[in-house]
T-cell receptor, first 110, second 119 residues
């Protein structure tokens, strides 16, 4: 079983819809990261969370440490939000490497 | 722009050849990471450096792979005797570790990647 699991793997939405992507992890973490990857490979950091909730524009990320679960929400989705969204964790053991989920491929239709 | 850069962006090679990739991190970052990503999968950790010291290597990093960061700045990843299974995107990332001091955000900044195709 992977240490970081994401769902769904693929998601198609209509423009304007509210989108939720889920991430569960099975290890102790120092932080959880939400990343965005566009075709061609570039990865951009969206959020780093160790507790609670963060908001940036139309993006909201939450984490529940007790349940080892995080969600990424996109409000009023737009075709430019189409990308792969990846959840990654930094373990609590002190190594700083990221352990990644397999990603959620989001396509927002106009 | 002083982001993470990687060179080349694309590399096509024949099986059995050696290839070398370069990563230039953000200048003040002391940690540098290499990851590998195959199609449809999330990236997998290969190795990381703190300054010039290679502190961790994944089991994925077979003896055909070697990475260096000789002066604690840029890094190279070499693959010897390439195999078709080495075809992937090789990603470099950097971060600042202040050993718990202010500025140590644990946030990694990624380069654009080098896409390797082994024929």
């Amino acid at each position: 079983k992977n240490e970081v699991e994401q769902s769904p793997q693929n998601l198609t939405a209509q423009e304007g819809e509210f989108i939720t992507i889920n991430c569960s992890y099975s290890v102790g973490i120092s932080a959880l990261h939400w990343l965005q990857q566009h075709p061609g490979g570039g990865i951009v950091s969206l959020f780093m969370l160790s507790s609670g909730k963060k908001k940036h524009g139309r993006l909201i990320a939450t984490i529940n440490i007790q349940e080892k679960h995080s969600s990424l929400h996109i409000t009023a989705s737009h075709p430019r939000d189409s990308a792969v969204y990846i959840c990654a964790v930094s373990k609590a053991s002190g190594t700083y490497k990221y352990i990644f989920g397999t990603g959620t491929r989001l396509k927002v239709l106009a | 722009d002083t982001g993470v850069s990687q060179d080349p962006r694309h590399k096509i090679t024949k099986r059995g050849q050696n290839v070398t990739f370069r990563c230039d991190p953000i200048s003040e970052h002391n940690r540098l990471y290499w990851y590998r990503q195959t199609l449809g999968q999330g990236p997998e950790f290969l190795t990381y450096f703190q300054n010039e010291a290679q502190l961790e290597k994944s089991r994925l990093l077979s003896d055909r792979f070697s990475a260096e960061r000789p002066k604690g700045s840029f890094s190279t990843l070499e693959i010897q005797r390439t195999e078709q299974g080495d075809s992937a995107m090789y990603l470099c990332a950097s971060s600042f570790s202040g050993m718990g001091l202010a500025g140590d955000t644990d946030t990694q900044y990624f380069g654009p990647g080098t896409r390797l195709t082994v024929l």
